[in-house]
Each structure stands twice: as structure tokens, then as C-alpha cells.
């Protein structure tokens, strides 16, 4: 009766709350057909990214001196996370690597750099 999809997602301790409020109050006020919609629309819209290509609109978006969590915003998780070391500062330097599909006619990754938690510097490599 039910076909059962498995997703690779990362849920988040807030969005199991988050989750687990709307069944509590869907229940409640809703009629069982109107919940099941309203439930699944917002559990589509509120899904995780899923890392992979980024386009050259959303890399055009990524400026210097973005936090790190704009660019999670704006990208998703990336693919690869390096953790290169520390500045002179004391502060964190990482990249974050976000491949293209396998399947693509031309490899594209893209490299975000960090210092500190903020973009230094934003590239694509073309291979």
C-alpha cells in the first residue's frame, strides 16, 4: 500500500522538534487528508540540500567576507571538508569542496576557502 523512499538526509535534533510539534498539532486541529498535505508540502520545503554541482549563479553569489553559513545557505553541505590548519591569528582555515555529478560531460569542482569562519577566496577548477 505504502511505497517506502529512502533518502540519505542528516536530520537535525531542531528539525526533529520540529517535526515531531507540526504531528502534534496536525492531529489536533486538522482533518487527517489536509494534515497529510499540508505535513508532506512542508517536509519537501524544509528538506535538506543535497550537495553536489553549483551552478555559476550561486557562485556568483558567494562573495568575500561571506560567513560560512551563508554559503551553507546558499550551497548546502559540501562534498569534502579540509581542515588546513590555523593562522598566525589563531584562526581556522578550512575549504569546502563541492564536485559535479559523475555523469556530467566535463568536471567542474568548485573550492570555497575559509579563514575564521568568512570566505577568503572562491574558485572552480575545470578538468
Not at 498539532?25 to 489536509?34: A, E, N, P, S
Request: charged share 20%; hydrophobic share 50%; glycine share 8%.
Amino acid at each position: 500500500m505504502w511505497k517506502v523512499i529512502h533518502l540519505p538526509l542528516v536530520i537535525s535534533l531542531e528539525y526533529l522538534q520540529f517535526v515531531l510539534l507540526w504531528l502534534d498539532w496536525g492531529v489536533v486541529y486538522m482533518k487527517k487528508g489536509v494534515f497529510l498535505v499540508v505535513f508532506c508540502l512542508t517536509a519537501v520545503l524544509v528538506a535538506p540540500v543535497v550537495a553536489g554541482q553549483v551552478d555559476l549563479v550561486d557562485f556568483g553569489l558567494i562573495k568575500r567576507g561571506m560567513s560560512e553559513a551563508e554559503v551553507l545557505v546558499r550551497l548546502g553541505p559540501p562534498d569534502y571538508e579540509s581542515l588546513e590548519g590555523f593562522s598566525p591569528n589563531n584562526l581556522l582555515i578550512k575549504s569546502f569542496f563541492y564536485f559535479s555529478e559523475p555523469d556530467r560531460h566535463q568536471d567542474i569542482t568548485t573550492v570555497i576557502k575559509f579563514k575564521g569562519g568568512r570566505v577568503i577566496l572562491k574558485e572552480r577548477i575545470y578538468r
